[in-house]
């Protein structure tokens, strides 16, 4: 397996910035070549004004790059809806989230665990049952804090986001949300304060329920993947980049036996918004490839939550029921004394578990990251357990056994052919 690495520190970042040409052009000759891909007609050319305050400032002032001009401040939210009733509510139930509020006057639930936020839309003829109808249970939407939604939102269009418009009935919050990934709506919350937030507003809390309930003990999104067709992995790191000032993080192209894939993270000003975007490297039908046509389009390919300890969720996890990936060979848990000496992780613990280890130990002091990943769960959308010890990546140690676990599991499926 090959794996190319790059890591962009500030200087290379900028070095690296997306020029700020209108991506629908490429999209379009993306078109002409695999008509297939052909997704322009709801695309926005999200290139700033060329009077736009920030047009030409990011070429010249660097700090404009680690900016915040949107305020932003975290997750929100992620928003789920299914074709199929009750595929949902018992999957997060399982995965340790509460049903802590229902809405005042539409099908939407709140679930919750931790600082994590999961809305069920059931409501009919909503834009997340439009996308459920096309895609499948999944995650169809996502919401950002912010510090004023007006100005955030007003920012957006300006820079040529496209609004989309949630129906509000009376006595109701305007949530302002603009289109995102695959057309889902992305929203700007900026009331999210207990006692002032968008659900104590919209929402009745559930009488005898804890609001944030500790569940498992996942506490908030860490972060969350786009899966992206071939040649668009540029366009959404452009739309995060203009209309967010998100900067590349990291950028790896890893091979497998049989696939590839490119990746690109990137990460928001605030540090607390991470979403790394996937397509498929190799002519093959990889991973990537598998995802885009069993969701029918570009989406949220998996949500990766945080935790303080990974061993006790994973087994929360596997007693409530919930599938994980099988873990790798011996061969690897033999080799992380070589990989990362001085770790001083509990080894045989990690490998009954399948927990995959990373991170460095260079200077003496273990700067680890321990994750896994629950199967796909939903069509083929699957969940990621993190324990951060110091290390801000993405587990980029553990990419061969991964994407080999992955594979693996194609080819039980029957999706690869070898």
């Not at 804090?145 to 919050?173: C, F, N, W």
């Not at 770790?343 to 700067?367: C, K, M, N, W, Y």
């Not at 080819?411 to 690869?416: M, N, S, V, W, Y």
């Amino acid at each position: 397996m090959r794996r190319r690495e790059i890591t962009l520190i500030p200087e290379i970042a900028a070095m690296h910035a997306h020029t700020a040409r209108c991506p629908a052009v490429a999209a379009r000759t993306l078109a002409q070549r695999h008509p297939a891909y052909d997704t322009t007609s709801d695309m926005p050319c999200i290139a700033p004004p060329t009077n736009h305050p920030l047009s030409d400032k990011r070429e010249t002032n660097m700090a404009d790059l680690f900016d915040n001009p949107m305020q932003l401040m975290g997750f929100e939210f992620v928003e789920f809806a299914s074709p199929t009733p009750n595929i949902l509510e018992p999957l997060f139930e399982q995965m340790g989230f509460t049903l802590v509020a229902r809405h005042r006057s539409k099908d939407v639930l709140l679930y919750r665990q931790g600082e994590i936020n999961f809305i069920v839309n059931r409501e009919p003829n909503s834009e997340g049952a439009y996308f459920a109808a096309e895609h499948g249970p999944s995650a169809c939407g996502m919401a950002f804090r912010v510090k004023d939604s007006h100005m955030a939102y007003a920012r957006a269009l300006a820079l040529g986001a496209q609004p989309i418009e949630i129906a509000t009935g009376p006595m109701e919050l305007r949530l302002p949300a603009i289109k995102g990934i695959g057309g889902a709506p992305l929203y700007l919350i900026d009331r999210f304060e207990d006692g002032k937030s968008i659900y104590d507003i919209d929402f009745e809390f559930i009488e005898g329920v804890e609001r944030r309930p500790v569940g498992h003990g996942l506490r908030v999104v860490d972060h969350l993947t786009h899966n992206v067709y071939r040649g668009r992995m540029t366009y959404w790191a452009n739309y995060y980049e203009k209309l967010f000032n998100f900067r590349e993080l990291r950028y790896f192209d890893i091979e497998g036996e049989y696939t590839g894939l490119t990746s690109k993270a990137m990460t928001a000003p605030d540090g607390k918004i991470r979403i790394p975007l996937n397509e498929e490297s190799g002519k093959g039908s990889g991973q990537i490839e598998e995802f885009l046509m069993a969701f029918n389009g570009e989406g949220i390919q998996h949500i990766a939550f945080l935790t303080d300890d990974l061993i006790r969720i994973i087994d929360n996890l596997q007693m409530a029921g919930v599938p994980l990936m099988t873990g790798p060979n011996n061969y690897y848990y033999e080799a992380l004394e070589t990989r990362l000496p001085g770790h001083g992780q509990p080894v045989g613990e990690l490998q009954s578990r399948g927990i995959l280890l990373d991170g460095t130990t260079a200077d003496g002091t273990p700067r680890l990251l321990l994750q896994i990943f629950s199967k796909p769960l939903l069509g083929p959308v699957f969940f990621e357990f993190i324990q951060r010890k110091g290390d801000e990546g993405f587990g980029e140690g553990n990419f061969k056994a991964l994407f080999e676990s992955l594979e693996r599991d194609q080819i039980e499926r029957g999706t690869l052919k070898v």
